[in-house]
């Protein structure tokens, strides 16, 4: 064997080894989310007053960017799944959980003795066991362009200002679909930007904790400002 043959056959190793490793890598950042059909059927929104939910400190770490995704209407709730698992992730508890979904769900609680009528959940799931945690945000329908108070009244006095760090502006009335009868209408692609959210909830002072099973915590947020008209539209095309 020539010096030229050993070093054609030493550089083919060494690209192997180049290329192994990249694969090596690859493979260690590919999670398996959990399948969202396998979350618990116990873990169903509550009928309760907020309010009398534990109050504690957010020791809580949220990293939201975005998604690009289909809005899908299933009749009951108005939602997104995400599919950009790891830029979009929350630390709690020393566990690290991936936003799967952004869900609308018409409201079940009460704050303030009010009726929350719309709910936004945000869904994260664990990696490495099947315990997960939602954030929910009580909507407040509000006419977000002339500043008139919240309709739901939640006992807060304050006006409504166009650039409130308290509005959420997710979704547009154009990508809402149907709902027809019997399985999940698909609307149009849609890119979610979660950078407001992410704003709220690292600030947020408190949150109020609702544990209905073992594995399953909610952390509930003071009612924020949605778009009335939107809010109104995702009411409407639900299947209540």
């Known amino acids: 064997m020539n010096e030229n043959t050993i070093n054609y056959l030493l550089v083919a190793l060494i690209i192997l ?15 398996k989310m959990m399948n969202l059909s396998d979350i618990p059927k116990l873990d169903i929104q509550p009928k309760v007053e907020i309010t009398e939910l534990v109050k504690c400190e957010p020791l809580i770490f949220f990293e939201l960017k975005d998604t690009f ?3 899908i209407n299933d009749g009951k709730k108005i939602y997104v799944n995400t599919l950009k698992h790891l830029r979009n992730k929350v630390v709690y508890d020393g566990h690290r959980y991936n936003l799967s979904n952004i869900e609308f769900h018409p409201g079940t609680t009460t704050f303030n003795r009010k009726k929350v009528h719309l ?28 500043g008139f108070e919240a309709v739901n009244g939640f006992g807060e006095t304050d006006k409504l200002k166009t650039k409130s760090k308290n509005v959420i502006s997710l979704l547009n009335a154009r990508l809402l679909p149907p709902y027809i009868c019997c399985s999940p209408n ?16 690292n600030n947020s002072k408190l949150f109020y904790k609702y544990t209905p099973t073992k594995k399953s915590v909610w952390f509930y947020t ?16 639900l299947q209540r």
């Open 17 to 31: 080894y180049l290329v192994y490793q990249d694969c090596n890598v690859k493979n260690r950042k590919k999670e």
């Open 69 to 71: 995704n289909h809005v």
């Open 119 to 146: 709910e936004l959940h945000l869904l994260f799931t664990s990696t490495v066991n099947d315990y997960i945690l939602r954030t929910v945000f009580p909507l407040s329908l509000v006419d977000v362009r002339e």
């Open 186 to 201: 698909v609307g149009k692609l849609t890119r979610v930007d979660f950078n407001d959210l992410n704003c709220m909830l």
């Open 222 to 237: 003071k009612p924020k400002k949605y778009s009335k008209i939107l809010g109104k539209k995702i009411l409407e095309i």
